[in-house]
């Protein structure tokens, strides 16, 4: 099963050099391949899970048949930075650390290689994951306290141990991956990378469980971006211990939604966005030109699998989510379940109906006007809002567009380059059944505040709504790829008709290596 899915991506081979010493687009690649790959096996997955009850790791197949076949970068272990990664980046599996060589063991917490030290060699330690596995382990903003390995009785100086010891002695650069809780997720973790560390001390001692135990601590290299220190900030605003430097309102959407959303600036003296009514829906203010989707009939929510659910036939055969709301892949359209449908609201196919998932705050940008962000991490794949507003026809977006340089409006007639895209996989790009476009202007909710991107991390995806009134079609933004707290949400806005393409242009600062200067 794993094997057909692999082959269908027909997928590029990296060349040695690119294999043993990535950069960033590399790093990118792989890391996009293997969230794919989880995600559809999991999806497969789903199924045999609701009638077995086994537990399965989709991410450990997945990690196992990239490594197998290639599809890897950074695998000469190295003392220091990799390249393609940055401070602050964050991964939900240790498997994805492994195929991008940040940290090759899947278990082990510490990673080690040789150095020939004369005509001898020995260990030294090249990275750690302190995600609190050991009890013991003690962490701080800028430094932390390591315990070694070994569990259930008297640590020994061998292995890993012996790496740290000697990496203590030599001053080496260590690169920390520090496991967090997954809000998301009670059970799972988030990891982020922190940056580079050194030992600065070591020693034996009884720990809470009798046993002697190596300890080791390390600090921060100076000059390094805040990464860990921005996440424990973060956890500060959410209990209230600190107040969020700048913040306007705590509540942009006065309680309209499942989570507060800030309103924040600590660039300038700009109090607010202009007035607008907040509205979490959008709104038709003539019918649809087309028959509605009337759904399912399902008494119970909608499993995987139930070959009698309309809905999960129209998708395919298949949920178009796994668990945690995270989207399989971009389709030309998803068919969720809605109001006609039987169903309650908590059946795993109304995403998009749920209400936000992650705190978000709308903050003053550098020079590109408000834009929107995360507290949370955002895992690929994560559902983060619908666009809403009023929907209007393309005559009256027309006579809206260029009259305000923020005009708040989305344009679903525009050209638009599927993000997921892999070669030989180009047939999952949106695909609206009419060309529809939504004015935010004076009502809307937070995505009237995406900005663009020429190097987006969000996409936006078709959803079909089963209601037996009216065609109920509606815009969904999903994430492309693992989202750092505090990292600007944005999307593509789309390209224009070549006989359009000298209305209404403006110039992008967006800031990616990528852009093409301007957008529409």
Not at 170 to 183: L, M
Request: neutral net charge; proline residues 6%.
């Amino acid at each position: 099963m794993v094997e057909n899915i692999f082959q269908s991506y027909n997928l590029v081979q990296f060349e040695a050099a690119r294999l043993y010493d990535g950069d960033k687009d590399c790093v990118g690649y792989v890391l996009l391949v293997f969230n794919l790959l989880r995600r559809q096996i999991a999806q497969l997955e789903d199924t045999k899970e609701a009638t077995s009850g086994q537990s399965r790791r989709p991410d450990l197949k997945t990690g196992n048949v990239l490594m197998t076949k290639g599809i890897r970068t950074n695998a000469k272990k190295r003392v220091g930075a990799v390249p393609g990664v940055e401070i602050g980046d964050i991964f939900f599996f240790r498997m994805e650390l492994c195929t991008i060589g940040l940290h090759a063991p899947s278990m082990a917490g510490i990673d080690y290689m040789s150095v020939r030290i004369s005509q001898d060699e020995e260990p030294i330690a090249v990275s750690i994951v302190s995600s609190g596995g050991y009890e013991d382990d003690v962490d701080g903003d800028d430094g932390l306290i390591y315990t070694g390995q070994g569990k259930e009785m008297d640590q020994k100086l061998e292995r890993g141990n012996l790496a740290l010891e000697k990496s203590l002695h030599r001053g080496n650069d260590i690169r920390v991956i520090r496991g967090i809780k997954d809000v998301g997720n009670p059970t799972g973790k988030v990891y982020m990378y922190d940056g580079l560390y050194r030992i600065q001390e070591s020693w034996l001692e009884k720990g809470k469980s009798g046993s002697n135990v190596f300890r080791y601590k390390l600090g921060r290299l100076p000059g390094q971006p805040e990464a860990y220190k921005t996440w424990k900030k973060i956890q500060q605003w959410k209990d209230g211990t600190i107040t969020r430097f700048g913040i306007i309102l705590p509540d942009l959407t006065s309680g309209c939604e499942t989570l507060p959303v800030s309103l924040v600036n600590d660039v300038d003296n700009e109090k607010g966005p202009a007035y607008f009514t907040y509205s979490p829906n959008l709104k038709y203010s003539k019918p649809a030109p087309r028959d509605p989707f009337v759904g399912c009939a399902c008494n119970g929510a909608c499993l995987p699998g139930n070959e009698n659910c309309d809905c999960i036939q129209k998708n395919g055969g298949y949920l178009p989510h796994i668990v945690n709301g995270v989207i399989v892949s971009q389709k030309s359209v998803i068919y969720e379940c809605g109001p006609s449908c039987q169903c309650p609201p908590t059946c795993r196919n109304r995403v998009s109906q749920g209400g936000l998932r992650v705190r978000l705050e709308v903050f003053m940008t550098k020079d590109k006007g408000w834009g929107l962000r995360s507290w949370d991490p955002i895992r690929a794949g994560a559902f983060i809002c619908v666009y809403a507003g009023e929907a209007v026809d393309d005559s009256k977006a027309q006579e809206l567009a260029g009259e305000n340089e923020e005009d708040h409006i989305f344009d679903g007639s525009r050209t638009y380059q599927p993000v997921e895209i892999l070669p030989g996989d180009s047939n999952n790009a949106p695909n609206l059944p009419f060309p529809l476009v939504i004015n935010a202007r004076n009502a809307g909710n937070v995505a009237r505040f995406i900005n663009h991107s020429c190097s987006p991390n969000l996409f936006w995806q078709p959803v079909l709504r089963g209601n037996s009134k009216e065609f109920d079609l509606h815009i969904a933004f999903y994430a492309i790829r693992h989202i750092p707290p505090m990292t600007e949400l944005t999307y593509c806005y789309g390209m224009v008709p070549p006989e359009k393409a000298d209305c209404g242009k403006r110039k992008c600062s967006c800031g990616s290596p990528k852009c093409r200067g301007f957008f529409y």
